[in-house]
């Protein structure tokens, strides 16, 4: 079943610690996106990608990392991770070009993380 | 600046009331606006996007580019409705800018 998979979907980790949160989808899109939510607050996107070794940076300044080497895997990375880094992190992915730049988001679970 | 603002953090109604969630945004360009939705314990999906002009769960929402808004509407609430409801631009880069989103809360 076409689907966007997150993992973990919750992490509690020390700081300094280098941790990378996973995302994969079998939609078959070329587009696919990092936001960062605080608890409340809106969605910022922190990365992006058009496909296969494209990755832009978003919105939101972020010290993570992300890397696109298959179509269907969107890792993000955080070398050592600190307190302020707590958040929720979601992935999303769309198709590119068909209907116009705005194709629909599909979005993963999420991963909520607590850096101690 | 590209912005989405949702002036209300939390709407509560009753089942069968109207609901009109406010949304605002500023965007030089020709705006393109959607809704999306997150029922408790579920992912965030979309609801719906202005230039489909479609209703969808009983939901419209109108583009007054006048007013800069976008608001969501539905004629009577139903309790399935509750959930948290964000207002999205579509970005310069091809990406969604989102609002803080709405709660909205039916009761009984």
């Known amino acids: 079943e076409a689907d966007i998979y997150q993992t973990p979907r919750y992490l509690v980790i020390g700081t300094g610690k280098k941790i990378t949160l996973e995302c994969s989808q079998t939609m078959g899109h070329d587009k696919m996106y990092w936001y960062q939510q605080d608890p409340g607050m809106e969605l910022h996107l922190i990365h992006y990608?058009?496909?296969?070794?494209s990755t832009e940076k978003g919105d939101l300044s972020s010290e993570s990392t992300v890397s696109r080497i298959r179509t269907e895997h969107f890792p993000l990375t955080l070398e050592s991770a600190r307190p302020s880094h707590t958040s929720q992190y979601l992935c999303a992915s769309s198709e590119w070009g068909r209907g116009g730049v705005y194709n629909e988001q599909f979005f993963g679970p999420g991963t909520r993380l607590t850096v101690l | 600046a590209q912005r989405v603002t949702q002036p209300e953090k939390l709407l509560s109604v009753f089942k069968g009331a109207p609901v009109e969630l406010k949304c605002n945004y500023s965007y030089s360009g020709s705006p393109e606006l959607f809704w999306y939705v997150q029922y408790s314990r579920q992912r965030l999906q979309l609801l719906l996007r202005?230039?489909s002009r479609e209703s969808i769960k009983g939901f419209t929402a109108d583009l007054n580019k006048g007013e800069t808004s976008f608001h969501l509407k539905k004629p009577f609430a139903q309790e399935e409705d509750s959930a948290m409801y964000y207002c999205?631009?579509?970005?310069?880069?091809?990406?969604?800018?989102f609002g803080k989103g709405t709660k909205l809360s039916v009761k009984p």
């Open positions: 202005h230039i």
């Open positions: 990608s058009y496909g296969v070794n």
């Open positions: 999205a631009l579509g970005g310069s880069q091809g990406n969604l800018i």
